[in-house]
């Protein structure tokens, strides 16, 4: 009989993403339920103060149901509001559920988990046998994926002229704009890897990217063959169809998932970190890549040929790792 594990999901989509990229390399091996969680603004008190006792911060009205005469034999944990959910589970179980928990929640119930899954750039803020490092963070990005993705999206850009290079740039971080300097100096990266390259630029921005920014961008590039999905534009998401298709990737630093997900294309990615922008945490996150071969950054000298030397997926490492808290 498979062990069944239930994952804990709100509302942050970048750790849903991560999560269900990890679950889809543990669906032939698991029974996997998904619980919704919906919170209460007592959510945003500290985990120390939610405790494991009750589900502070949860509406329980609105969230799946948690209370059960049978509790699952893991349950993963996403984010640090999920914590307190997943150490409340493991005690209504008795200690029978395993907790295993995505990126660090905090220090507060760290040693009741069973396994935490931390990204190298996290490494050394906390000690524990429990913690297991990968190289960026857990993605979608598979062989499977990225061949129904090919299916669906290579007649979009058919008519295109080849080769492909996508951008896709993210923007404003923790209180730090993405300026019209930076935007300037990306929309240069851009442009001097197409007068390299020639072919097409297939380009994607964010919320957070903001209007003048992508003005910039969009002027510079103006007269290259473009496909566009730009915030706000009202069309199906063709990021899937990027990362099939795409023969190269410009992306921004900030922009942790999609870099790690184009970094698990196995095809090259050249990461704009611009100039006193990003927090030191993004850049150990760029230079975890660099160092490991899965990406260039762009103020290095030739990055059009570059080629990187390994796919990136820590998806299958942190399902392999699932896998032996069962052995």
Not at 181 to 202: F, H, K, P, Y
Not at 287 to 312: C, H, M, W
Request: with cysteine; hydrophobic share 40%; proline share 4%.
């Amino acid at each position: 009989m498979k062990k069944t594990i239930w994952v804990l999901l709100d509302n942050r989509m970048g750790s849903v993403g991560q999560a269900k990229g990890v679950l889809q390399e543990l669906q032939d091996d698991f029974e996997i339920v998904e619980k919704k969680i919906v919170y209460t603004k007592f959510a945003a008190l500290p985990n120390q103060i939610r405790g494991c006792h009750f589900l502070i911060g949860v509406n329980t009205k609105e969230s799946d149901c948690l209370k059960t005469t049978e509790y699952p034999d893991a349950v993963l944990s996403i984010s640090r509001r999920t914590a307190p959910i997943a150490l409340w589970i493991k005690r209504k179980s008795k200690g029978k559920t395993k907790i295993i928990q995505l990126m660090l929640p905090g220090k507060y119930g760290l040693n009741d988990m069973d396994l935490v899954i931390v990204s190298k750039h996290d490494q050394g803020k906390v000690f524990g046998k429990n913690l297991f490092y990968i190289t960026g963070c857990p993605h979608r990005i598979n062989d499977k994926t990225l061949a129904e993705a090919k299916e669906k999206w290579s007649g979009e850009f058919a008519k295109l002229p080849k080769p492909l290079t996508a951008v896709l740039v993210g923007g404003s971080i923790k209180g730090k704009p993405f300026t019209d300097e930076n935007a300037a100096r990306l929309a240069d990266t851009i442009a001097m890897v197409q007068n390299q390259v020639s072919g097409s630029i297939l380009i994607t921005s964010s919320r957070r990217t903001g209007k003048s920014a992508e003005n910039i961008i969009m002027n510079k590039i103006s007269g290259i063959p473009t496909y566009t999905y730009l915030w706000g534009e009202d069309k199906e998401n063709p990021i899937m169809g990027f990362y099939a298709c795409a023969d190269r990737f410009v992306t921004t630093g900030d922009s942790v998932s999609m870099t790690c997900e184009a970094c698990g294309t196995g095809k090259p990615v050249i990461v704009f970190t611009g100039k006193k922008w990003l927090t030191r945490k993004h850049l150990r996150f760029v230079q975890s890549l660099i160092d490991g071969g899965y990406a260039i950054g762009a103020e290095t000298k030739n990055i059009v040929d570059f080629a990187p030397e390994k796919t990136l997926r820590p998806a299958i490492e942190a399902a392999e790792k699932i896998k032996q808290l069962f052995d």
